[in-house]
């Protein structure tokens, strides 16, 4: 079974641009999470999507973006970039939202912006 | 909300003996536990789970004791081998939703 997958590996962009990140679930899973994580902290809670909707976001500024589409994999969009949004960042799935699911995470996507 | 901070940033051990991770969090309604490993270059891969009914849980070669009196949850991992070595987190779930709280994680190097 295929895991959670993410594209690029790698992105490079400078300050003001826009960055857009993709996240294909593993099959069956419906919730998908973004996380971001800068160098030496923890991962910090982005967004959750269940079934094409937003259902929480976490402490990050509207520039901060996504959706899910109707296959279930996600978009996450960061606008205007800014050097501090240099970071791992990371999706997660997991079986329906109802109660406490595993959440398995794929490898990442390493934004750096110059 | 919850904050979920770990005592040690870095563990060293040498291999075959026991390591013991420690995690504090914040927030008493927190009702679900899962810690995570973090190899270098990978995402997080789960390890073990716990709900705040128990008080222990056991996997293989890990376990996870959480004390709800004092609002901390250990990792214990047996026999420590080289392959353990990686950033390990621990994260809380609060009320239900699907929001995890990371802490910022601790290295764990295995010393031959």
């Known amino acids: 079974e295929a895991g959670v997958t993410q594209s690029p590996t790698h992105l490079i962009k400078t300050r003001g641009q826009q960055a857009t990140l993709r996240c294909s679930p593993i099959s069956g899973h419906t919730s998908v999470y973004w996380y971001q994580q800068a160098l030496g902290l923890g991962l910090q809670f982005l967004l959750w999507y269940d079934e094409g909707e937003e259902r929480n976001r976490g402490n990050f500024p509207p520039r901060f973006s996504g959706r899910q589409f109707p296959n279930y994999s996600s978009e996450l969009n960061v606008n205007a970039l800014e050097l501090e949004d240099s970071a791992l960042y990371l999706c997660?799935?997991?079986?329906?939202?109802?109660?406490?699911?595993?959440?398995?995470f794929g490898p990442g996507t390493r934004l750096t912006v110059l | 909300g919850e904050s979920v901070g770990l005592h040690l940033p870095t563990l060293s051990v040498q291999e075959g003996d026991n390591s013991i991770i420690n995690c504090a969090y914040s927030n008493s309604a927190s009702d679900y536990f899962i810690w995570y490993k973090q190899e270098s270059g990978k995402g997080p891969q789960f390890i073990i789970d716990?709900?705040?009914?128990?008080d222990k849980r056991q996997g293989q070669r890990v376990t996870v004791l959480l004390n709800k009196t004092v609002k901390h949850l250990s990792l214990q991992i047996a026999a420590t081998q080289p392959g353990d070595s990686a950033v390990y987190f621990c994260a809380a779930l609060t009320g239900g939703g699907n929001k995890l709280t990371f802490g910022t994680g601790t290295q764990l190097k295995v010393e031959l």
């Open positions: 716990i709900r705040s009914n128990m």
């Open positions: 997660a799935s997991s079986l329906s939202s109802g109660g406490n699911n595993e959440q398995f």
